[in-house]
Nanobody, 117 residues
């Protein structure tokens, strides 16, 4: 089992930027692909960005061109740089390693991102 701790959220005005971090408790993290997910109030959790162990990335259309996922395996950490934030980006953000439609590890507490208009 790997524990995940997300951080870096906050309140920001529309058009602003935030950088989220997700720290994993074990170095085995490095061999897993990692995704960022978000869950807005009253909505299902959705995947928004992914990065393979080798560094290839993919994004949901809703964030493509605005968000950038990266990882530092030496620090057991995955990042999400979020630019040009919109009010509809308001959500709790989580990271995890995908396993088909499921995930490998227990969810962390997430980090709240609130974008004001």
């Amino acid at each position: 089992q790997v524990q995940l701790v997300e951080s870096g959220g906050g309140l920001v005005q529309a058009g602003g930027s935030l950088r989220l971090s997700c720290a994993a408790s074990r170095s085995i993290f490095a061999i897993y692909p990692m995704n960022w997910y978000r869950q807005a109030p009253g909505k299902q959790r959705e995947m928004i960005a992914g990065i393979t162990a080798g560094g290839s990335t993919n994004y949901a259309d809703s964030v493509k061109g605005r968000f950038t996922i990266s990882r530092d395996n030496a620090k057991n950490t995955v990042y999400l740089q979020m630019n040009s934030l919109k009010p509809e980006d308001t959500a709790v953000y989580y990271c995890n390693a995908p396993r088909g439609i499921e995930v490998w590890w227990d969810w962390g507490q997430g980090t709240q991102v609130t974008v004001s208009s």
